[in-house]
């Protein structure tokens, strides 16, 4: 079993390097103790890095990361000295790569927002929503009027000009099946949740999430809204981007 780290608090996501203890060795990865790596999950993308035995001279890096039951296995790559001294037992000194691991933050934490106050103005929920790269696409079961798209650029402001802190809150699985038809989204909560981990954005969202998230929506930065389309099978998708350079973060 693996500790997620990087769901315990706010800080976690912000967490850049950590030490750990290899306790397995699967074919092409490692698992360890404790984890701030993202698994891909929940529409957000894995984390990269690498990770070095204490006092070895090289690193190898983390290619890919993924859950697997409750573990969470780092797939390697490198030459084969630096894997070569992950042995079990080991301590190594994980290092996350940021400017990744950042842009999914930014990405997510905007996504949580836009899904909320379009489901608020328009009562369009969203089916699917995921991140890639600098851009973030969001599918709605229903369609948008076409003032939406200056809508949403307002919504963009706002994130800046009226910044709202982002939380982590628990609640009890049945204190959060208690209101469903106040809910942005349409995805499925895997029946065996409990406690629910939310994702509060202050006075906007409330939002099951194991994602990595920023502290204040003041982080987002600017973005460019793409062209809302219309689906043939009903309902709307749109994407946007991160502009260069829009974030805030502050240094660790
Ligand atoms: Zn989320």
Not at 67 to 93: D, M, N
Not at 105 to 112: A, F, I, K, N, V
Not at 123 to 129: D, E, L, P
Request: contains cysteine; aromatic residues 6%.
């Amino acid at each position: 079993m693996t500790e997620l780290a990087y769901l315990a608090s706010m800080d976690g996501a912000y967490t850049r390097s950590f030490r750990a203890r290899i306790v397995a060795r699967p074919p092409g990865g490692v698992v360890l103790d404790r984890t701030f790596f993202y698994p891909t999950g929940g529409g957000q993308p894995n984390d990269l890095g690498t990770l070095r035995a204490s006092g070895a001279p090289v690193a190898a890096d983390v290619v890919d990361v993924v859950k697997q039951g409750s573990t969470v296995v780092h797939r390697l790559s490198g030459a084969a000295p630096a894997r070569a001294g992950l042995a079990v037992g080991t301590e190594v000194e994980a290092t996350i790569d940021w400017a990744r691991r950042e842009r999914h933050m930014r990405l997510h934490t905007s996504q949580h927002y836009l899904s909320a106050r379009i489901f608020a103005r328009y009562g369009a929920r969203t089916r699917r929503a995921s991140l890639r790269g600098r851009e973030a696409a969001i599918e709605l079961d229903r369609a948008l009027p076409t003032r939406a798209i200056e809508e949403l650029g307002e919504d963009v402001a706002n994130m800046a000009s009226d910044p709202r802190h982002v939380r982590i809150r628990e609640v009890s699985r049945v204190e959060w099946d208690r209101h469903p038809a106040a809910r942005s989204s349409l995805v499925a909560l895997a029946p065996g949740v409990d406690p629910v981990r939310l994702i509060e954005i202050e006075g906007i969202d409330l939002c099951p999430c194991g994602g990595t998230h920023v502290r204040s929506t003041s982080e987002v930065g600017a973005l460019e809204i793409r062209p809302i389309s219309e689906r043939d099978e009903g309902g709307a998708r749109f994407s946007y981007v991160l502009v260069n350079g829009g974030g805030t973060t502050p240094p660790e």
